[in-house]
């Protein structure tokens, strides 16, 4: 498992004193607000201030007090280090399933998760085998998801 997530982009600056607009890649923007060391090029930034904004996270950067430095930022991808992570019992990063074998619930091999799709309020999990097969990604068809034996088991239906 990797040690750094990517979890945002710098989009925009914000203001006029160095603040910078993250669009998180998160199940919501307030999870970012919890850390206050963010990571962008592989170089830990402190966070002076966070706050969502229209679904976005507005961040102050120490060390960034202007638009010019701000503005150097956009673009950049923002990550945070898995173990300063506070995940819920049962949650997992989207990150840890990309790859993982995909069965149905007898055990049949579909393929391996390609990607995750968020096209509106719910995931959609790719699955690439004989066929691409897209499920949505609700218990009605997640079965298990099972990292460390590396799986997810699901129930298709027909047209799946």
Not at 16 to 31: C, K, N, Q, T, Y
Not at 86 to 107: C, H, R, T
């Amino acid at each position: 498992m990797k040690e750094f997530l990517d979890c945002g982009q710098i989009v925009n600056t914000h203001g006029v004193h160095g603040e910078v607009r993250i669009v998180p890649w998160a199940d919501s923007p307030e999870f970012l607000c919890q850390f206050s060391t963010l990571y962008v090029d592989a170089k830990p930034v402190q966070i002076a201030s966070s706050q969502v904004h229209k679904g976005s996270v507005i961040a102050c950067f120490n060390g960034v007090d202007t638009v010019e430095q701000a503005m150097a930022l956009k673009g950049k991808t923002v990550q945070i280090r898995r173990a300063d992570a506070k995940l819920p019992d049962s949650a997992f990063f989207l990150a840890d399933i990309i790859g993982l074998d995909v069965v149905d619930e007898n055990g049949h091999a579909l393929g391996t998760l390609k990607e995750v799709l968020s096209p509106s309020i719910q995931q959609i999990y790719v699955v690439n085998g004989e066929r691409e097969i897209l499920i949505p990604a609700v218990p009605e068809f997640i079965l298990e998801t099972n990292i460390e034996a590396g799986y997810i088991k699901v129930r298709l239906i027909e047209g799946m």
